[in-house]
């Protein structure tokens, strides 16, 4: 993720990133163009607004003829921002933030697994195919006034895993991966955190690692596996695997028209767009409408937690507006933090946000399994 | 200061009732637990899941949110919101691994000195039996102290 500063100057002034941007669209403070050229023009920073508002969904960074990393640049900027003692103005308080931060203070004995208890899921904790929950269980506690149910593609990965013949492991030890940490520029508590997942790596020596969530992965394979050497395996997104195992998962029926939003960090990011796909398309009856800009122009869920304003609004629904038009019944994701930004838009009484359905992929597929789906 | 544990706990106490109910315990010369830092806040209401989660990230060992009681609140509604928020902190709090036990919502009215008093002694007895918060770390007691009076205290960033 470090961008090397020459790479700046290959700047053209074209212009795309900024006309692709989607926050650019509609908050004017914010342009990549303007960011590169002062970066390119070595001329200072100022605009701190501009550094947070940034989704580093990387649409800027697909379009740009001169490989600028406009995206990677992002994070240094705001670690200079928070050195200066600027501030983002952080969604409710940062509370996220300041969990994950207790997560990195102390080796604190979490209860981060009850959601196993009141179902049939079959784990085993000396399995040694880890299933990453993410920040997930707390999620759903904070945002259900969202009526956020993130927990629900953990749930399905666990049934698609079982009805693979695999008996995952889910940690109670497992913290936050500090994605957005790294991202929002605040280093140390990345650090700490990776160091204590390291560690539970260490212990755990799992030999295949599954995520739900894209970040996770992401930030598993690009940031652990790079600087740590850890996990020493693969890791995967769910979504990979029920498309490797079409084949295996005895699917039943499910008449069900759905639109599939590519998340960046799935998508961009790690160039995986045939995979959610082929998953979904492996549920018989199950119609799959692409949205009108999909897989590598697919639009980012807006999802910011250090700056979400009303151009978030106006994205998350141009977005949910564009899966309705699609006359689906279901907006599909393989993303939690898609779900939270997009139920969040839905949560208001704006009457003109669309009101379909949510669902996560893995919690669509395990939905659709013959045996042990829900 | 070694060997004997000195808990340190935070206690929001809203503006209209509850810092008014410390005040009168103050005045009235009740003999209580002096083992606690009030911060005052309008609202009970006031008080999110951030507030709490910094104070133990500070190297808080307990924190007590303190309202109107429930019909009384200066703005209507605010005490409900606070249950609300309070719940989900809670939650948050298990779930993260650290005692229940070491928050606390109340109800003081202005007028309750008496109460106030033995509200704090109660929960100060509380948090001394359950012992230091994990979290503390190394935060010593001087930075702990320091931190809201000598420090730019940060809630909404991270």
Redesign the interface.
Known sequence: MTAPATQVLRCLDCGKCTSVCPVARYNHSLSPRRLMRRLAEGRPVSTTEAVWDCLTCMQCDRRCPQEVPISPSVPPLRRLSRERGE????T????I???????S??D?????L?WLEDDDLQTDPDSKILLWTGCT??FD??F?DKEVATLEAVKGAVRILNALGMTPAVRGDERCCGHD?LW?G?ED?FEQLAARNVKMFERAEPQLVVTVCPECQLTLINEYQRRFGQPGCRVVHVAELVAEHTGELGLAETETTVTFEDPCRLGRHQEKYDEPRAALQAVPGLELRELPRNRGGAVCCAGNWLACNQASKRIQTDLLQAAADTGSDTLVTACPKCMIHLKCAQSGDDPSVPDLEIRDLAAVVAGALTNGGA | MSGKFDPRIVVFACNWCSYAGADTAGTSRIAHSPGFRVIRTMCSGRV????V??A??MGADGVLVSGCHLGDCHYIFGNHWAIKQFD?TK??L?????ETDRVRLEWVSAAEGPRWAELIDEFVARITELGPS??R?EIGDTEFAAGPVGAEV?????
């Open positions: 501030k983002p103005a952080s409710r308080c940062s509370a933030d300041q969990m994950a931060a207790l997560q203070q102390a604190l004995p979490q209860q981060r009850d269980p707390f506690v904070f259900a940490q929002s605040d508590t | 999110n899941t951030t507030h989660l910094q133990f990230r989900i939650e948050m298990r779930m993260l691994g650290l994990p979290l770390g940060e809630v909404g960033s991270s």
